[in-house]
């Protein structure tokens, strides 16, 4: 009989500490407010310190993580905003994103991107993000709808995307 | 914009958000004041979101909770399912019968008699007494499917092992038996099957496997009624699509063919007694035991039923006739009962469903549902079945001992000669007999006839819903990088083989999902997942010779029992 054997003694906090940022990011990716990622992050990690988890190494221990995080997510909704499938889908595009290096090698990237940015675009970047200015607020400093900043957004962080993808690929 | 583009977006937004500031807060020290503490596993909140820092409060709620729910348990224990009080060790009784593979199960601490450690091989089976904190692995390399009574089959992961959380008890004749249970996936991944559902949890996930309800008021109930909710959103949102449909509707996998000219002058034969109609030699023991008028009545029962059932998850707008779902579980799981001394006797087929429908298993079936019908085969159509069923299950046999390099080869070979099998058997049918058996509506989709290759298909399909090939390639990729543990640069290459193969294979992509495909309960279009497994054989073979695996990487691939079906939006 091979019973669930309990875990040898880990550094807690050294995993804690390796993994949380990911975790976190993972959850506020997905949709969940800082609030619910802070406290979905404590529970995830509480369940891989509480359970017998027989550790295969960072790759699998990030995997397991994600898993449970997103079920945490999933279970946190009355009615959930989205299904496991599509779940599936913003799991493989954040381990795209996310890598080996926890996505540094794309932030490097965007920092580089970023800084091509000219005009307009440059601005509606800096108000959104930096700012964290509202979108009636960046629609009226550049006189268009809601709608329209939204639109302008996506346009502006799908010409990231693209340049990224050069450059990470490069 | 799409679903996969959206996700994409969402990551540039995300690493926008991080460079211009947001960052995770560190909660180390919170995490280990709460282990040290011992705090009981949080209940995760539903929403709205709490407040940042940690939820206080909830703890002592439950717990006033579980008070008021003992004193109303005891009044009522003896009637109705009763919820375990918390802090206190409880015993119910499930029972487990193994029909591929192996288990072990362990009941640590359960009171008020711990019961040893113990090994099901595949054909055993024996009561087990479980508590929280039970535990059950799956030994050895394989899957593992069993039927854990009352809740159904159960399919694992190798190397899975789930513990029991929590449990509800009912008392029937003064015993304590499980009428939900709580699994929690340590590792690996489980799947529960009904004919109507397909729960699915992996590692760090929870479970609920939930008896058939006894009626309208129940959590299955809920479950079905949240189906339903999400049908409909699907429904309306896809309803344009539906149209589509209509014209794809006759291809399927069992096209009706020419009704076999009516003899009305021919008698028919007296009615069946339990035994079996058609026998062999190798079997008859196995074929014996089972009850075969009690299946012919639960067939004869549930085809227009599913068949119903199958009409209204496609239809938009339309509402589940939860009784109608709930009825057809229940007369599932009366199939379900037989499987395992079927399958103890060695009948050939690829998994519980490829027994269901080995050759011999069919035509005792079609036999005992015509006759419980009031349709039963005439002598001339009872001796060509026979000649029939003898040439598939000689071919049946074939296939089985057959050794092949991957799991799957045998499912494609086996899928393809038992879909050639159903064409013949309903060849001889006369056409109001084709009708009771084949509904109009059935074969539309995997799992709504009895007597069709698609029961086999649903417990081994995994939907991946996707936009294109690239989609597909990078979702299944990333599935087999997990099942086969493969690194980074491996699973690249695979992906590459993917995304050739599904470029190759444009029917795959002709037929969008229709709306109870996107559903939960996991129904495919007929035909959909028999295309994806011989595609997949072939890429697998690609992978096999193309890409470089470790010795362990290579033998989980030759054992992969999944069919990644592409799905597409």
Request: proline share 7%; with cysteine.
């Amino acid at each position: 009989m091979h019973a669930v054997k309990a875990e040898p003694q880990r550094d807690v906090a050294g995993l804690v500490r390796e993994h949380q940022a990911e975790v976190w990011r993972f959850l506020r990716f997905l949709g969940a407010t800082p609030e619910l990622a802070d406290d979905l992050t404590q529970e995830t990690f509480l369940q891989l310190l509480r359970a017998p988890f027989e550790d295969q190494g960072r790759h699998k221990r990030l995997a397991w993580l994600r898993t449970v995080a997103r079920n945490l997510f999933l279970k946190s909704f009355r009615r959930p905003p989205m299904l496991p499938v599509d779940l599936d889908a913003a799991e493989a595009a954040w381990t795209g994103f996310a890598r080996d290096d926890g996505g540094e090698e794309w932030r490097q990237a965007m920092r580089g991107c970023l800084d091509q940015l000219e005009g307009r675009a440059r601005e509606a970047v800096r108000m959104q993000y930096e700012e964290r200015k509202s979108r009636e607020a960046i629609g009226a400093a550049f006189r268009i709808g809601g709608d329209g900043v939204k639109s302008m957004m996506r346009r502006i962080r799908e010409l990231l995307r693209r340049c990224v993808e050069r450059q990470v690929s490069a | 914009m799409n679903e996969h583009n959206d996700w994409q977006d969402r990551v540039v937004d995300a690493a926008l958000r991080e460079l211009h500031g947001e960052r995770a807060p560190d909660f180390t020290e919170s995490i280990l004041r709460q282990l040290q503490a011992g705090t009981a596993p949080t209940p995760v909140p539903a929403s709205p979101p709490p407040r940042r820092g940690r939820r206080p409060g909830l703890v002592p709620l439950l717990a006033l909770g579980a008070v008021c729910g003992a004193a109303a348990a005891a009044i009522l224990f003896a009637i109705l399912p009763v919820t375990q009080p918390q802090g206190v060790r409880q015993v119910a009784r499930v029972e487990l019968a193994v029909m591929v593979g192996a288990i072990e199960c362990s009941a640590p601490g359960v009171l008020p008699e711990p019961e040893p450690p113990f090994r099901l091989a595949a054909g055993e089976r024996r009561d087990w007494n479980i508590g929280t904190g039970s535990r059950l692995m799956a030994v050895g390399d394989g899957e593992v499917d069993m039927l854990v009574r009352p809740f159904g089959v159960v399919t694992t992961l190798p190397h899975t092992q789930l513990e029991v959380r929590s449990m509800e008890r009912y008392v029937k004749n003064g015993v304590a038996a499980a009428g939900a249970v709580t699994l929690a996936v340590v590792a690996g991944a489980v799947t529960w099957h009904t004919l109507i559902r397909t729960e699915r949890a992996e590692a760090g996930g929870q479970l609920r496997l939930e008896k058939p309800a006894d009626g309208p008021d129940t959590g299955e109930l809920a479950a079905l009624r949240q189906q339903l909710l999400l049908q409909q959103q699907q429904n309306a949102e896809l309803q344009h699509r539906n149209q589509e449909l209509e014209t794809q509707a006759s291809r399927t996998v069992l096209a009706p063919p020419a009704p076999a000219a009516a003899r009305p002058d021919e008698p028919a034969l007296a009615p069946v007694a339990a035994g079996p109609t058609f026998d062999d030699p190798k079997y008859r023991d196995a074929l014996a035991a089972v009850d075969w008028k009690a299946m012919g009545a639960v067939s004869n029962e549930m085809t227009p039923m599913l068949a119903k059932l199958l009409e209204v998850l496609d239809t938009p707008g339309a509402e589940l006739p939860v009784d109608v779902a709930i009825q057809v579980q229940k007369l599932n799981q009366k199939l379900i009962e037989q499987l395992p001394g079927l399958m103890k006797a060695g009948l050939p087929g690829y998994g519980p469903n490829g027994v269901f429908t080995n050759p011999l298993v069919v035509g005792n079936s079609l036999a005992s549902t015509l006759q419980a019908g009031g349709q039963p085969l005439s002598a001339n159509q009872q001796a060509a079945l026979a000649n029939l069923l003898a040439g598939f299950a000689a071919e049946n046999q074939s296939i089985h001992d057959q050794p092949r390099d991957f799991d799957l080869e045998q499912f494609a070979a086996e899928t393809a000669m038992k879909d050639r099998m159903y064409a013949s058997l309903s060849d001889q049918l006369t056409t109001e007999q084709r009708n009771a058996i084949y509904p109009e509506g059935s074969t539309r989709f995997d799992g709504g006839s009895l007597f069709a290759t698609g029961v086999t298909m649903r417990p081994y399909a995994d939907a991946i819903v996707s936009d294109n090939a690239g989609d597909f390639a990078r979702m299944a990729s990333h599935k087999l990088e997990q099942q086969l543990g493969l690194d980074e640069a491996t699973s690249t290459q695979v992906r590459q083989v993917l995304e050739q193969a599904m470029l190759a294979t444009p029917d795959l992509w002709r037929d969008r999902a229709s709306p109870v495909e996107l559903g939960s309960n996991s129904f495919m279009r007929a035909g959909r997942t028999a295309a994806a497994l011989q595609a997949q054989v072939g890429w697998m073979r690609q992978i096999a010779s193309n890409v470089s695996l470790t010795p362990d990487q290579r033998k989980k691939l030759f054992a992969l029992k999944r069919v990644y079906v592409p799905v597409p939006r």
